[in-house]
């Protein structure tokens, strides 16, 4: 069974910077394509960016392009998402996600990852 453990939020200041990680076991993700979701009070969850793990293409959503990135450790199987110049718009529940059928054409789409981490919390102050 896959499992997905993500750590790394906090609270920081406008401008500031995090690192989330999303630890992932339970099989080998050679044909996974991870991703991060967030889901802001009041609004619907929404992609962040993505990775293919084997082969590690990214995409990243316009939002937050230029300032976060997406990346992998495949040794420590861990996916991580680096923050930088957050925004208190950045404010939200961040979630890692995988699944072995996403393609470039699907990823941004909730309903194509099957596998879902808790979540873990990240708030900017202004």
């Known amino acids: 069974q896959v499992q997905l453990v993500e750590s790394g939020g906090g609270l920081v200041q406008a401008g500031g910077s995090l690192r989330l990680s999303c630890a992932a076991s339970?099989?080998?993700?050679?044909?996974?394509?991870l991703g991060w979701f967030r889901q802001a009070p009041g609004k619907e969850r929404e992609f962040v960016a993505a990775?293919?793990?084997?082969?590690?293409?990214?995409n990243t959503a316009e939002s937050v392009k230029g300032r976060f990135t997406i990346s992998r450790d495949n040794a420590k199987n861990t996916m991580y998402l680096q923050m930088n110049s957050l925004e208190p718009e950045d404010t939200a529940v961040y979630y890692c996600a995988a699944d072995s059928r996403i393609t470039i054409a699907t990823m941004k789409g909730l309903v194509e990852y099957d596998y879902w981490g808790q979540g873990t919390q990240v708030t900017v102050s202004s």
């Open positions: 990775i293919r793990w084997n082969g590690g293409w990214t």
């Open positions: 339970g099989r080998t993700f050679s044909d996974y394509v």
